[in-house]
Every structure is written in C-alpha cells, then in structure tokens.
C-alpha cells in the first residue's frame, strides 16, 4: 500500500494502467487498494476519467533511508514500520526479544496508539509522526529525574525549526500552540528505576492532519495549521531526533538542575491559576513553577507552596486566570 501512495505522492494523475504496470498488479488490484486507503486510512483520491488517481490532498511520506542517515550519525538504529499498533508497544517488543539501545521505532500509522492517563492517540496514516526512542538508562533516580521535561523541552525545539513560532510547553509533558495541543509525550520503563532500566520516549506530534482527519477529543494544533503549509515529515524526524540528542545529552551530563530555567521559560502557564486533578482530588493553585526534579510548584489556594509529581496528574488552566 505504501508502494502505491509514494506513486502517487507526486501530486500527479496516473492512471490505473501505469499503476498496475509499476507494481506488477492488475488495474483492478489498483483499483481495491486505493478503496482501501480511502477506507480504512481516509485518505482521498480524485478519480478522473481518462484521467487516472490523484491524491486529494499532499502527502509527506516517510523516508527509511533518510531517517536511518540521520539517526546513525548518533549511533540510533532504526526500527522502520508501516502501520503498527503503536511505537511504544514495538519498542518494548524489541527489548523483551534482546534489541540493543539505543533504538527508534517510526511508523507511517498506528492503530492502537498510546496516550498518557490511558487514553486513545489519534493516529491516522502518513499524516503525523509516531515516534519512540528506546534508551537504557543506568545511573537510577538521577538519570530519570526531570526527563519527560526534557524530552519536551527538545520536542519544542525541533517544532520552532520547523517554524512553529508560538509554541510552549504545559507540565508536565505537553506541547502547545496557540492555547492547543500540538504534541504529546509518553515515557513507560522496564526494569529496575532504581538501578538500570530501559526508558521508552514515545513522541506524538500532530504534523498534517486536516480538521476532518480523525476525532481526537480536544483541542488541537498541527504543524501544518502554523505554518501554513504541508510539513516534510521526515525532516521533522531529523530534527526531533538532533533535539533529542543533544537536550538528553546534556541532561545525562549536567542533570536536570541545568535545564530548568529554559524549562520555566518556555511554560505557557507560568504564573497563571491553574486546577491539577490527581485522580482523587482537584487541587486549585497558582503554578509558580517546577523544582529541580521537575516537580510542579503549585502555590495551593489557603495552603502555601505543594509539590506534586508523577504520570496521573494532569493540569488545566482555569478560565479566569
Ligand atoms: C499524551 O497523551 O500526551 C502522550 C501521547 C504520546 C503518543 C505517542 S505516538 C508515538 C508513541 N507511541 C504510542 O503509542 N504513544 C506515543
């Protein structure tokens, strides 16, 4: 199915005929395929007689050989899939079966993707990128300490290189673009956090997904929204990738201690009224800011500064604030 959507990537009308012949199928195995996809991965077609297909709409299609040229120069294999259940599970698979760190699994699509708190990511064919970055991390508590905040503050990074100017970062992993969600983060571990264990780092970022794509059930934002245009999703995965490199380098290096202020000073919701939901309670404050683990400072109405951490939590900004 691939092989047919990089035919068709070039923006051009082919017709069945040419189709078939470059894939060594028949008009009407063509002709199945591209109802598939329209189907099953809602990506639309124009069919003009004597004309042939056309894509609706650009495509970014990923590149194998360009994402594995970008990540080798760090010593990352590359763990290439079309459609999967989701990057992170694969990630874990390859660790149970002995794959050596560090690794990355990319996906044109998953259909099963993992959100924080248990829910649902939306993640439609060729549009977004789905990635994870498999490390071992073997100095315990400090390696682990602050990372997800580092991972975001990388993510934000590569976003801004890829012209995404108005956007921040929502505690403790989110990355937002004029007041929306633009890119997720979900970390899961194996092992002993104590001791050594293994860190997935699986990445979301909405990169072209139209306004009908798919329902996510909040707001979001997409590359493609703030820029204006079609992103090239391989460039981003060059990018997400150098950003990565370099912010959890420094972190294994200086710890999270160094990356804090760029932390602070990238948070949307610095000083504004906030309500965390810890899964029992709804706690009112002022978010003042995180501490040198990347606890959430939280100036609790009537109660003075709390800290609070951990992957249930979650934040939202109250209306007035
Ligand atoms: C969140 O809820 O904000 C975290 C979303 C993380 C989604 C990414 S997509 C790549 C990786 N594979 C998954 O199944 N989930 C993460």
Same mark, same amino acid.
């Given at each position: 199915?691939?092989?047919?959507?990089?035919?068709?990537?070039?923006?051009?009308?082919?017709?069945?005929?040419?189709?078939?012949?470059?894939?060594?199928?028949?008009?009407?195995?063509?002709?199945?395929?591209?109802?598939?996809?329209?189907?099953?991965?809602?990506?639309?077609?124009?069919?003009?007689?004597?004309?042939?297909?056309?894509?609706?709409?650009?495509?970014?299609?990923?590149?194998?050989?360009?994402?594995?040229?970008?990540?080798?120069?760090? &010593?990352? @294999?590359?763990?290439?899939?079309? !459609? #999967?259940?989701?990057?992170? /599970?694969?990630?874990?698979? *390859?660790?149970?079966? $002995?794959?050596?760190?560090?690794?990355?699994?990319?996906?044109?699509?998953?259909?099963?993707?993992?959100?924080?708190?248990?829910?649902?990511?939306?993640?439609?064919?060729?549009?977004?990128?789905?990635?994870?970055?498999?490390?071992?991390?073997?100095? &315990?508590? @400090?390696?682990?300490?602050?990372? !997800? #905040?580092?991972?975001?503050? /990388?993510?934000?990074?590569? *976003?801004?290189?890829? $012209?995404?100017?108005?956007?921040?970062?929502?505690?403790?992993?989110?990355?937002?673009?004029?007041?929306?969600?633009?890119?997720?983060?979900?970390?899961?571990?194996?092992?002993?956090?104590?001791?050594?264990?293994?860190?997935?780092?699986?990445?979301?970022?909405?990169?072209?997904?139209?306004?009908? !794509?798919?329902?996510?059930?909040?707001?979001?934002?997409?590359?493609?929204?703030?820029? $204006?245009?079609?992103?090239?999703?391989?460039?981003?995965?060059?990018?997400?990738?150098?950003?990565?490199?370099?912010?959890?380098?420094?972190?294994?290096?200086?710890?999270?201690?160094?990356?804090?202020?760029?932390?602070?000073?990238?948070?949307?919701?610095?000083?504004?009224?906030?309500?965390?939901?810890?899964?029992?309670?709804?706690?009112?404050?002022?978010?003042?800011?995180?501490?040198?683990?990347?606890?959430?400072?939280?100036?609790?109405?009537?109660?003075?500064?709390?800290?609070?951490?951990?992957?249930?939590?979650?934040?939202?900004?109250?209306?007035?604030?």
């Amino acid at each position: 199915m691939s092989d047919l959507l990089r035919l068709l990537g070039d923006g051009r009308f082919h017709s069945g005929e040419e189709l078939g012949a470059a894939l060594g199928v028949s008009r009407s195995a063509v002709w199945k395929c591209l109802q598939r996809l329209e189907a099953e991965y809602g990506i639309a077609f124009f069919k003009v007689p004597g004309k042939g297909y056309r894509l609706a709409e650009p495509l970014s299609l990923l590149s194998q050989e360009a994402c594995s040229v970008a990540l080798r120069r760090f &010593g990352w @294999q590359l763990y290439f899939r079309d !459609s #999967l259940d989701s990057t992170n /599970a694969e990630a874990l698979r *390859l660790l149970q079966s $002995g794959a050596a760190t560090p690794f990355v699994v990319l996906a044109e699509g998953q259909t099963g993707g993992r959100g924080r708190r248990g829910r649902v990511w939306a993640s439609p064919y060729a549009q977004n990128l789905y990635y994870t970055l498999a490390l071992k991390v073997a100095n &315990g508590p @400090q390696g682990l300490s602050g990372l !997800s #905040l580092v991972v975001g503050l /990388a993510v934000l990074h590569a *976003l801004r290189r890829a $012209g995404v100017g108005g956007a921040g970062l929502k505690w403790p992993n989110d990355v937002y673009a004029g007041g929306r969600k633009i890119a997720g983060i979900l970390l899961e571990l194996t092992g002993d956090p104590a001791d050594v264990c293994h860190v997935i780092v699986g990445i979301g970022i909405n990169v072209n997904m139209g306004p009908d !794509s798919v329902d996510v059930g909040q707001p979001w934002a997409s590359v493609r929204g703030e820029v $204006g245009a079609v992103a090239d999703r391989n460039e981003l995965a060059v990018f997400v990738s150098e950003s990565l490199h370099q912010y959890l380098g420094r972190h294994a290096r200086e710890g999270f201690s160094s990356l804090r202020a760029e932390w602070e000073a990238n948070n949307i919701w610095q000083g504004k009224r906030c309500t965390l939901s810890t899964g029992t309670r709804q706690v009112k404050g002022t978010m003042v800011g995180i501490d040198e683990q990347g606890a959430l400072r939280l100036l609790v109405d009537g109660q003075g500064e709390q800290r609070f951490s951990g992957g249930e939590l979650s934040l939202r900004l109250d209306h007035d604030s």
